[in-house]
């Protein structure tokens, strides 16, 4: 159990032995750190309830409190706020105790939830670029966290590999090469099992086939065509499909792979095509669906919506589906094969009126009841400084690849420039830069709230200074090269002792505040709070490290004690940075 947690409940006893609500002792960090360090308001809601004036309740429930031992000051100040300060004897034997315990202080959850979280969301046959930069580190990150609080998460690249782009790949690539078995009718296999087509030719013919779909009436009725074939099972485009995404993934794989992202599953449309015919009759059958000038749809609107929810469009008058179908779809499946209670998609906000649909429609067809969680997470954009979604100077838009290289090649510049690890090797200082690169692009991306369109800025998020991964990659850096000079110099952590001052104080009382702040994190699906609190805990660090020369101490014990407590703010901070998807180098 964390402290802050801890203290809630001690208070919350106090708060119930006056005949109220355990939840009315719930305790914070507090907001004027010269004055305490936690504070209880909830005398000042409980008061009214209990007919009682707010100081003389608090004063109640400090007089109710089964042991004071453990503070150093309990006051009442404003309306009726209650004032905790722990003696510095029961902070270390809390830190202590999470040292020991070899862990970060983090509580499983009492009742694990199986969830899944979709991010990642790439088209098949197109390169990754910047806008899949955001939903690719904050779905990580959420499912990171997820998971370091007990639950069981799946994470779901959800790849766009069933729609009308791939049948104008079809009919573009039997224009270029129609000599291919796949697009003789008299053929059903077997087939080459070497790929046509590279990820470059299918970087080059995406762009290309869908100007020629909008321009050309007779190649967009074709690419119609195929696109339908594909979906009856036409073996031959089938076969050339399956090059399409497998290209597509490796490709794909690797970029991820180089930002520390990782999916449990590799579905997509396609995964749910044999239900959407019985899926669409269902709807139809029962009138959860309705014909609509040949179309069918559901009709989503709410008596108390305020604003228009169209319906949901399911399938097209001439019997086309679309990825509306292929959401609910997937939900359908992903209840009935995974049996998970939660789903949480971290795309792009712009599309909240289409899962909002989807959700209703969802539940308005029995897919999923109450107990099951539909959630739209969604996340901003990356801008560039005219606050307009990044675009390269031909206005095109950058290829996430570029932006890594990009990152990677600064993060050099500026190891060089803060005369770090030039004395290693090459290939070391190349490994180095790649971290703190990588952790430039991530951390600038996660410090900001998920929902907040950002500004791009690669020359900030390089620095070595403030609020950047560079930074707290340095941090983590400098507490292993400590531990390691003690080791050799045949010194060992020891049991973390009571605060001689305010700055191993202040770290002792920012390492506790961790587990409340991966709750939060969870509870808002907002890595921000990890970024901001793994910041400050660095900042906090920095302090402490000046002005408390840990090795050169003399006093053993108390050596011994800051070196433990250098231990658990590196392993907490270690914790987080992998919370946040960056991974620390062993030196700098």
Request: glycine share 8%; charged share 25%; aromatic share 8%.
């Amino acid at each position: 159990m964390s402290l802050i947690a801890d203290l809630s409940e001690q208070f919350g006893r106090a708060f119930v032995a006056l005949g109220l609500e355990p939840a009315d002792g719930g305790v914070a960090v507090s907001q004027r750190p010269e004055l305490a360090q936690f504070q209880c308001n909830g005398a000042l809601g409980a008061a009214k309830r209990a007919g009682r004036q707010p100081r003389e309740l608090a004063a109640a429930v400090i007089a109710a409190l089964d042991d004071t031992s453990r503070f150093a000051d309990l006051s009442i100040a404003g309306p009726g706020f209650i004032n905790i300060t722990l003696s510095d004897d029961a902070l270390a034997t809390f830190v202590e105790g999470v040292h020991a315990g070899g862990g970060v202080g983090v509580d499983q959850a009492a009742t694990p939830v199986k969830m899944i979280i979709d991010y990642g969301g790439p088209n098949v046959a197109k390169e990754l670029h910047v806008g899949h930069l955001r939903p690719a580190v904050i779905g990580e990150s959420l499912k990171r966290i997820f998971f370091a609080l007990g639950n069981e998460v799946i994470g779901d690249v959800h790849l766009g590999d069933w729609g009308s782009p791939m049948g104008q790949l079809l009919a573009e690539l039997e224009d270029r090469q129609p000599d291919l078995p796949y697009f003789d009718e008299s053929l059903t296999g077997p087939y080459p099992t070497e790929s046509p087509v590279t990820m470059a030719d299918l970087n080059e013919m995406y762009p290309a086939a869908s100007s020629k779909a909008k321009a050309d009436d007779e190649f967009g009725e074709r690419a119609r065509r195929a696109t339908a074939e594909l979906q009856k099972g036409r073996p031959g485009y089938l076969a050339l499909w399956n090059h399409f995404r497998e290209v597509s993934i490796d490709a794909i794989k690797e970029v991820y792979d180089e930002l520390g992202v990782t999916f449990d599953l590799w579905h997509g449309e396609s995964t749910v095509a044999e239900r959407l015919d019985p899926l669409i009759e269902r709807l139809l059958d029962s009138g959860v669906a309705r014909r609509s000038e040949g179309a069918v749809v559901v009709d989503v609107a709410l008596p108390d919506d305020k604003g228009e929810i169209p319906p949901l469009l399911m399938a097209k008058s001439d019997g086309a589906t679309l990825y509306t179908t292929w959401d609910v779809a997937t939900i359908e499946d992903r209840v009935d094969e995974l049996g998970v209670a939660a789903m949480i998609y971290v795309v792009d906000a712009r599309q909240s009126l289409h899962f909002e649909q989807v959700f209703r429609a969802a539940r308005k067809a029995g897919i999923v009841g109450d107990d099951v969680l539909l959630e739209h997470a969604g996340n901003g954009t990356v801008n560039g400084p005219d606050g307009k979604p990044l675009k390269t100077r031909d206005g095109g838009t950058p290829l996430l690849r570029g932006l890594i290289d990009d990152a990677v090649a600064r993060a050099a510049d500026r190891l060089a420039e803060n005369d770090l690890a030039s004395e290693y090797a090459s290939e070391e200082r190349t490994a180095i830069a790649r971290l703190v690169g990588l952790s430039a692009l991530k951390y600038g991306d996660l410090q900001n709230h998920r929902a907040s369109d950002y500004i791009f800025d690669l020359d900030r998020f390089v620095s070595f200074e403030g609020r950047t991964g560079p930074y707290l990659l340095y941090s983590a850096v400098r507490m292993q090269s400590i531990l390691r000079k003690a080791a050799e110099a045949g010194i060992k952590p020891g049991p973390i002792a009571p605060p001689v001052g305010e700055y191993d104080r202040n770290l002792m009382l920012a390492l506790l505040q961790l587990p409340e702040t991966v709750v939060r994190a969870a509870e808002h699906r907002a890595p921000n709070h990890v970024a901001l609190y793994a910041y400050e805990l660095a900042a906090e660090f920095s302090r402490f490290y000046e002005h408390c020369r840990i090795l050169d101490e003399p006093d053993a014990t108390r050596r011994a004690g800051w070196l433990g407590l250098v231990e658990l703010c590196l392993r907490e901070l270690s914790f987080l940075l992998d919370l946040l998807v960056l991974e620390v180098p062993e030196r700098m």
